[in-house]
Structures are given as C-alpha cells and as structure tokens.
C-alpha cells in the first residue's frame, strides 16, 4: 500500500467544487497547493484530478515511455471544435501522429526565419498606433497584444515557405479590405480579423471566445443542470456551426482555386505522409484551422502583457533591457541578424512565463490502463486517474528555484539558465512530442515586439500603485493593466 494522495473534504455529488472559484480556477489550485503540497486530489462532480506541483513529481510524470498526455474535461469539451486537431488530440489517435508529421517542417527555424518580414510589418502597426495616440493614451496592454496576435496569423499569407496562416478568405467574406501592389491575386488572400483600430472582435474570434467559455462553464455543470441550459447550449452549437462552416468555406475556395503558395492551408490539403502516402481529410483540416486560431489567440499576447508588466515593476529590468536594444540595433532597424543577440529579452521572457505560465496546466496519465501507479515518492494513484501539472507552482518549487522564486530576475535566465536546473524545472510549453508546436514562432514573434517597443518607446505605468491580477479563460492574461508610451527622442 503506497501513501494516500491528501484531499480537501468533498461535499455529496458535486465533491471538491466549492473549492473552486468558478473566476479564477487557477487561484483556487495553487492555494490548495500550498494547503496540500505538490500532491493532491480534487472531484470536480464525479471527475477526479490529481494535482502535481514539485519538480520531483513532474520530472517523474514527464517520462514519455511511461506518461502520455491527456485531456482534462475542459479540453475534452473542446473537442466538440477542435475535434482531433492537434491540441485536443488523444494521444492514440492516428490523426494526430498524421498531422503531427505533416506539419512539423512548416514550424522549423527557415520558416520561421522567413516570416521575419510580416512579424516585423504587423509589430510596426502596432507601435505606429501607439505613437499616433500620443503620450497622454492609456494604453490597455492586453487587448492591444491580443489584437496584435490575430493580425499577425492572419496576414501570413504574403511570405515565406510554410507561412503560418492558412487564413486566406475570398473577397466575398472579407471584413476589412487590405489591397497590397504585388497583384489582385494577392490582394484577395489577406484578411484582418481584427483591426487595431476597433474594440470589436472579429466575428469569427468572437465565436471562438464565446465557445472556449462556454466549454469552461459546461465543466462546472452536472449532467442535470447541463440539460436545462437550452438557450446557452443552442448558441454554442450555433457558433460551433458557424466556425467549422467558415473553415469549410475557406477549404472549398482553395480546392476550387488552387495555388502553388506554399502557405500552411496547401501543406494541409497537399501533405503526405512519406511512409503511407496519406494525407489529412478535409473534416481534419477543418480541425486543424480552428487549433491554430485557439492555439495562438492568447497565449503569446498574455506572455508580451506579462513580460512588460515585469519589467515596468522592475525599472532595473526594463533599463537593462533598452540598453540590450540599443546597444545591439545601434539606433538601426531590427533585423533577423540582432534576434540572437537580444539575451536580456529573451531571459525576461522565459522569466515572465515561469511566473505566469499563459497556458497554465497541461493534464498527464500513466501509460497503463489498470491498476494502481506508485510515484517515487510513495504516493499511490489508480493509473487511470488523470494528473495536472500545475505550472505555476511548479516553476516556483523552492527546491529549485531557491528563496526568491516569487521574485522577476531575468538573470537567473540568462548563460543556460533554466538548462541548468534539475530537469523539468520550467515547462510552459508543455511535454515531449505532445509540446507546443508554435514555439519557435511565439518566440520570434515576442522577441520582434518587445524589442521594436522598447526602441521606439520609453514606457510607463499609467498606475504605479497597479499590483498584478489575473484573468483566467483557457490561458491567463493580467487585467487592468495599462500603460502609457512616449517616443524616445532620437528613436525614428
Ligand atoms: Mn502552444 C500545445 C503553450 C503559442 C500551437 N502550447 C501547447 C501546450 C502548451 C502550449 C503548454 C501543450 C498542451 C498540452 O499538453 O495539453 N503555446 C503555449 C504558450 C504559447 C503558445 C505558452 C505562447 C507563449 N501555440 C502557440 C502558438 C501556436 C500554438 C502561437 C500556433 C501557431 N500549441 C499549439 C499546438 C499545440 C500546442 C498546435 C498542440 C501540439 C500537439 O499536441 O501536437
């Protein structure tokens, strides 16, 4: 018999979910990780979730030739959009090795490298917007970076080998017209989901926001009351309807009018495994646009909103970090050559993603499917039990992270950093052949903007007293967080 996994006392039917605040679920799980420890066990209405919280037991439940990932109830309602896209993917299906392989070339570092040009056009919309607004606009950091992450994977369309976005509509849906000089051929291809002129959401974004909270609030729902929600149900099947049309729609317009571009919509509908010959079926690809646009809406602008709330709390940091900019542009223009040289960037940015993980767990199981499982440390589980890698306490693990893991130093990033910690020490982009695939690119994508923006800008807190909260949705972003920005003298 191994040591039982402590657990908050439950209430008849709907268990431990008082413990739970239904605003910020996160809250809640990293104060019982401090009541509990880095095991515990939580029954959300009948559903149990082992929550995982040191090094030790993570680094235990990252080895993939006995853990594989699995889908918590709130991505398994996710399913019902993404399908076995990527993300929402068990680990067994077919479709996901398929597309997994498929996919992968069109993330590695050429293309990435490539995009450069449209990351770099998209990042000076933005900071020409702050200019244009003056020094007096307060700006809202988070919907101002989340905005920015719409445009940028939905004008890929222009450059690049793979380029990242397949969201290419035919005039007759556009929103906003966006002619370039380079033809009509191209002219037709691009498409703003959001303007960083408008407050009003893309009606496409919008649906999807409006099906990732309602997949939330189903989680927190008995089989019951799930039933008698008839208006909040038909309005999710309806948006849920309506993405997967637009998704359809946008296949058939490329099927009817093919091109040799080489963007990620052709990779998908051209794409072979070279082993079998297969390629992904148009219902799977559907699922694939929908992963991509859920995938990349919030995590990286929740990373920039984080990283800048870090360094304007932290003047020394943000001080370094212009010094870093301008001591490696030289007063030039931000080219692919200086991204490797930007260090300081880089550490900050690692820094803020283990302080807040935008994507804040990622849920694991032993690979056996009876029986009991037995961690090192003696704790016992049932091997069918799902186990959560709760990434915020993780990345504070005193144990690792030593006594100011609460506080934001870059530094400690920097000459191999985290790579010379025990393993498994910092795992925002989750685990294994399961972890993030837009990695590479929400990396060059951050390091563009903050770089750009600490040349062009001196910023400021437009409240000093601002202590940090956070919104959770699917991914976590600060709210009430603004800031004001004035052009540097001497910067173009
Ligand atoms: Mn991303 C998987 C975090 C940006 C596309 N991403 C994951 C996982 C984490 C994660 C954690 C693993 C989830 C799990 O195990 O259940 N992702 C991030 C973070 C950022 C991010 C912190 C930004 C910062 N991700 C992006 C962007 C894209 C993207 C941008 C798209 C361009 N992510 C994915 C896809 C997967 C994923 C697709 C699923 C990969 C797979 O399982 O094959």
């Known amino acids: 018999m191994g040591i039982p996994v402590p657990q908050p006392p439950e209430s008849f039917i709907i268990g431990n979910l008082k413990e739970i605040d239904p605003d910020y679920g996160l809250g809640s799980l990293e104060r019982l990780a401090k009541l509990y420890g880095p ?37 398994k309602e996710i399913r ?21 392989k498929i996919l992968i070339p069109a993330f590695g570092p050429g293309n990435i490298r490539a995009m450069f040009p449209d990351m770099y056009d998209i990042a000076s ?11 007096d606009n307060r700006i809202d950091v988070a919907n101002d970076f989340t ?12 450059v690049g080998h793979h380029r990242i976005v397949f969201v ?21 291809n691009i498409y703003r989901f959001n303007s960083f002129y408008k407050d009003t959401m893309h ?43 637009l998704c359809d729609k946008i296949v058939a317009e490329r099927k009817a009018h093919p091109t040799d571009s080489k963007d990620l919509l052709n990779l998908m509908l051209n794409g072979r495994d070279k082993e079998t010959g297969e390629g992904l079926t148009v219902e799977n690809i559907r699922y694939q646009m929908v992963t991509f646009l859920i995938a990349g809406h919030e995590t990286t602008s929740g990373l920039l909103s984080f990283t800048f709330y870090y360094l304007l709390k932290n003047p020394h940091t943000l001080q370094r ?30 820094e803020a993603l283990r302080l807040n993980p935008t994507a804040p767990m990622f849920v694991v199981k032993p690979k056996q499917t009876s029986g009991t499982y037995t961690f090192d440390t003696g704790h016992e589980i049932d091997a069918t039990e799902n186990c959560g890698i709760l990434l915020s306490t993780l990345h504070k693990d005193p144990k690792v992270w030593g006594d100011d893991a609460d506080v934001f130093r870059p530094e400690r990033m920097l000459d191999g950093g985290f790579e010379k910690l025990p393993p498994n020490s910092w795992k925002p982009f ?50 009430g967080f603004e800031m004001r920005a004035r052009v540097r003298k001497g910067s173009r």
């Not at 076995?84 to 597309?99: C, I, P, Q, S, V």
């Not at 800008?457 to 919104?471: G, H, I, T, W």
């Open 39 to 75: 095991i515990y066990r939580l029954n959300i209405l009948g559903q149990k979730l082992i929550v995982l919280s040191s090094q030790e037991l993570v680094n235990e439940a990252s080895s993939t030739s006995t853990w594989e990932k699995t889908l918590p109830t709130a991505l």
């Open 80 to 100: 019902a959009l993404a399908g076995d896209g990527l993300f929402t993917a068990y680990n067994h299906e077919a479709n996901w090795k398929l597309a997994h």
């Open 125 to 135: 919309q933005l900071s020409l917007k702050w200019e244009r607004f003056g020094e």
């Open 147 to 158: 905005s920015f992450a719409d445009h940028l994977r939905s004008t890929q369309a222009h």
């Open 168 to 188: 290419q509509l035919p005039a007759c849906l556009h929103v906003e017209g966006h002619c370039c000089q380079d033809g009509p051929a191209r002219s037709i």
């Open 203 to 245: 009606p496409f974004v919008e649906a999807m926001v409006d099906v990732l909270l309602e997949s939330g609030q189903r989680t927190r729902r008995l089989p019951i009351q799930q039933t008698l929600m008839v208006r909040a149900s038909r309005k999710y099947q309806q948006d849920i309807d309506y993405l997967h049309d």
């Open 321 to 350: 970090a212009q010094e870093e900019v301008d001591r490696v542009t030289q007063g030039q223009p931000l080219t692919l050559e200086h991204l490797p040289h930007l260090k300081y960037i880089d550490a900050a940015l690692k």
């Open 430 to 479: 989750g685990n294994g052949m399961r972890a993030c695939i837009g990695r590479p690119f929400a990396w060059q994508e951050s390091l563009i903007v903050v770089a750009m923006i600490l040349q062009r800008f001196n910023l400021e807190l437009v409240d000093p007293k601002y202590d940090l909260r956070v919104k959770q949705t699917l991914t976590i972003k600060p709210v």
